[in-house]
């Protein structure tokens, strides 16, 4: 089984900064691509952002220039920065991993459990 715990949200202003933290542990062999997924109430879940192992990345049109995904591949962890916050990205961000649990076997998708990211006007 395989574990992703994420950290870093909270209240901030708008305009303001998060940096948002995804550690994932448990009985990985590698991790294909991770993301950054969003809900806000009564919304469907969206993607915000994603990153291949390779570093390849990809961001939402509402997110392009003022969020950036990052990982350390060493450490099994994903990063996002947030700025320039607006009271729309107010939502529960979850990460997702994409693991392999040995060479060669198929990849199984994790969640993390969430954390509350809330942007005041």
């Known amino acids: 089984q395989v574990q992703l715990v994420e950290s870093g949200g909270g209240l901030v202003q708008a305009g303001g900064s998060l940096r948002l933290s995804c550690a994932a542990s448990g009985r990985i062999f590698s991790i294909d691509a991770m993301g950054w997924y969003r809900q806000a109430p009564e919304q469907q879940r969206e993607l915000v952002a994603s990153?291949?192992?390779?570093?390849?990345?990809n961001y939402a049109d509402s997110v392009k220039g003022r969020f950036t995904i990052s990982r350390d591949n060493a450490n099994n962890t994903l990063y996002l920065e947030m700025n320039s916050l607006k009271p729309e990205d107010t939502a529960v961000y979850y990460c997702?991993?994409?693991?392999?649990?040995?060479?060669?076997?198929?990849?199984?998708?994790?969640w993390g459990q969430g954390t509350q990211v809330t942007v005041s006007s």
């Open positions: 997702n991993s994409n693991v392999r649990h040995r060479l060669g076997s198929p990849t199984f998708r994790y």
């Open positions: 990153i291949t192992s390779g570093g390849n990345t």
